[in-house]
């Protein structure tokens, strides 16, 4: 006996709910099978890169210079020419329609701008309906632009120096390399499968524990287990003990496809990942008992689960960056776990971030976990009592 658990009437607690969760070949593939498919729809389906987006050309110019510019284009395989126009009118249709999703407009004097030395201008209209694409678009046509303008700018110096026309500057460049770190191909594949974690195994212990202990009230079950040799925190443990172990599982089993099939390395200590992971899922297990103590039914703690759960996916930083929020939803956020664990899991992925770094997401997560868990159990002693 340790902490006035008595391990003998436990473990078979623990063993019954083991089999409570696993004896229905549904429920089974539903824990297994469905973290999988979420990780594959979210490294594949949920992709906010560019690639052969749809481009609609309004060549004015009909230049060598001009060519080379929409070969520039096309030869970073973001963007793929799918039709070409002679008049103004082409480009406003064919936007109209959605059939590009970029239209570039080249006008006449364009290569003789370049030559004399003069600003030249070009035109490039983007179909803004989607802004997360419109924008990742704009970025990629604005870098190869003024890396095809510093090109021909080299051209010219280099001209110029040959001519004997060159002045004291004529060699002078500006040489601006632009390097990413810890995601050097800025591929959102690898930003977003980390991620999955923390809301696939938030999602398993919420629907797993809120579910436990309401399924006994409903049956008829759990008077029973009141009246019984164990002390309710032997119940407590015997209902999130197995909760806690799939959550592990399904937490191995996400980190082995990431990296296996995904290629994404853990750059970071994985003993660091797994405390990270613990903090984490007790928050898990003591916000599922808090409902289960709430809800009558299991409709009604599948339905709170919910409620709770996809503004902490939203709040969380998974879609969308907790800075661009407006500033109450910024500090609202601080109060959700999944936010915390996202720092970690991605740390330690991407960037071997190590325990001086993460040491305030691990904090926050502990003291969440502990806080939650002692006020459903105080909750759960008064609607058993």
Do not use: M
């Given at each position: 006996m340790a902490f006035g658990i008595t391990w003998g009437r436990l473990l078979p607690l623990v063993r019954k709910e083991f089999r409570q969760n696993l004896r229905d070949p549904r429920a089974a593939r539903i824990i297994f099978l469905?973290?999988?498919?979420?990780?594959?729809?979210?490294?594949?389906?949920?992709?906010t890169d560019v690639r052969n987006a749809r481009t609609f050309v309004l060549d004015r110019d009909h230049t060598e210079e001009s060519r080379e510019l929409l070969a520039a284009l096309t030869a970073s395989g973001y963007f793929t020419i799918t039709g070409y126009g002679s008049r103004p009118q082409d480009l406003v249709e064919t936007m109209d329609r959605g059939s590009a999703l970029m239209a570039v407009e080249i006008p006449r004097g364009f290569s003789a701008d370049l030559a004399a030395g003069r600003q030249a201008h070009v035109q490039v209209l983007f179909d803004g309906t989607s802004s997360n694409t419109a924008t990742v678009a704009l970025g990629y046509a604005t870098q190869i632009?003024?890396?095809?303008?510093?090109?021909?700018?080299?051209?010219?110096?280099?001209?110029?120096?040959a001519g004997g026309g060159a002045g004291p500057q004529a060699g002078a460049a500006v040489d601006l390399r632009a390097r990413a770190w810890y995601n050097p191909n800025l591929i959102s594949r690898v930003y977003n499968v980390p991620g999955v974690m923390g809301t696939i195994m938030m999602l398993m212990a919420l629907l797993l524990t809120s579910l436990a202990v309401v399924r006994e009230r409903e049956i008829g079950t759990l008077e029973q287990l009141m009246v019984s040799p164990l002390s309710p925190a032997e119940l407590m443990l015997g209902k999130?003990?197995?909760?806690?172990?799939?959550?592990?599982i399904q937490l191995t089993v996400i980190s082995t496809i990431a990296v296996l099939w995904f290629h994404i390395p853990i750059r970071g200590s994985v003993p660091l990942l797994l405390v990270g992971s613990l903090f984490y899922i007790l928050s898990g297990l003591g916000m599922g008992l808090l409902i289960s103590t709430v809800a009558a039914t299991q409709q009604e703690a599948f339905m709170t689960m919910f409620f709770l759960f996809f503004p902490a996916i939203i709040l969380s930083g998974f879609m969308y960056p907790v800075e661009n929020m407006p500033v109450a939803f910024q500090y609202l956020s601080l109060l959700n776990p999944i936010r915390h664990y996202l720092v970690i899991v991605r740390g330690v992925f991407l960037k071997a971030a190590g325990w001086g770094v993460l040491w305030p997401q691990l904090t926050i997560l502990f003291v969440m976990g502990t806080s939650v868990v002692f006020v459903a159990t105080k909750r759960f002693h008064k609607t058993t009592a």
């Open positions: 469905s973290p999988i498919v979420q990780l594959l729809l979210f490294g594949y389906a949920v992709n632009i003024q890396r095809f303008a510093f090109a021909q700018a080299q051209a010219r110096l280099a001209a110029a120096g999130t003990i197995p909760v806690a172990v799939i959550a592990f």
